[in-house]
C-alpha cells in the first residue's frame, strides 16, 4: 500500500522539488527547501496516523489529515502580504495547501495520486500564467479597468 516508508519520503522530496523548482524559478516566497519540507512533513504526519492506526483501532487517522488541514491552512497565511492596496502571495498560500495535499496523499499509501497531483499544480502554475500573461497583451498591457483615473488624474480633480 504506497510502498515502504523509504519509497514515500524519496516520493515526498521528489514531489516537493518539483513544485519547489517552478516556484523558485519565479522567484517566490515558496522554494525548493519549504516546498520539500511541507511536503515531507505532512507526509510523515499521514504516515505516523495510519501506523498508529493499525496498531490501535481507536485512533483515527482523518483527525490528524484535519489538524494538516488547520496548521497548513496558517503556515499559509504567513505568505500572503497586504501593502498599499494590494494584497500579494495568494498563490503561495494555495501552493502551500497543495504541497500539504500531496504530502497528504503519499503518507496515506498513494504515491501515484500523489504524482499526478504533483505535475497537475506545476501545469496550472505554468499554463495560468501563460494565459495571463496572453490576456494581458491583449487588454494592452494595463492592469487597470479603461474608467479607472491614474493618480495625476486624481490629484488634479477639483475637490467638491
Do not use: Y
Not at 15 to 35: D, H, N
Not at 81 to 93: D, F, P, Q, R, W
Request: with cysteine; proline share 3%; hydrophobic share 50%.
Amino acid at each position: 500500500m504506497g510502498g515502504s516508508f523509504g519509497f514515500q519520503l524519496v516520493t515526498s522530496v521528489v514531489c516537493g522539488a518539483i513544485v519547489g523548482i517552478e516556484r523558485q524559478l519565479r522567484g517566490k516566497a515558496i522554494g525548493i527547501r519549504t516546498s520539500i519540507l511541507i511536503c515531507l512533513a505532512t507526509q510523515v504526519f499521514m504516515h505516523l496516523s495510519t501506523t498508529l492506526t493499525l496498531e490501535d483501532v481507536s485512533i483515527d487517522p482523518t483527525r490528524v489529515l484535519g489538524q494538516i488541514v488547520t496548521g497548513v491552512g496558517f503556515l499559509g497565511a504567513g505568505v500572503i502580504l497586504a501593502k498599499g492596496g494590494s494584497i500579494t502571495g495568494v498563490t503561495s498560500a494555495a501552493v502551500v495547501w497543495m504541497l500539504a495535499a500531496i504530502g497528504s496523499t503519499i503518507g496515506a499509501g498513494r504515491p501515484v495520486e500523489a504524482m499526478t497531483l504533483t505535475l497537475l499544480v506545476v501545469g496550472v502554475l505554468i499554463v495560468v500564467r501563460a494565459l495571463e500573461s496572453a490576456f494581458k497583451r491583449l487588454r494592452g498591457g494595463s492592469d487597470e479597468p479603461e474608467d479607472a483615473l491614474s493618480e495625476p488624474e486624481i490629484a488634479a480633480r477639483p475637490v467638491e
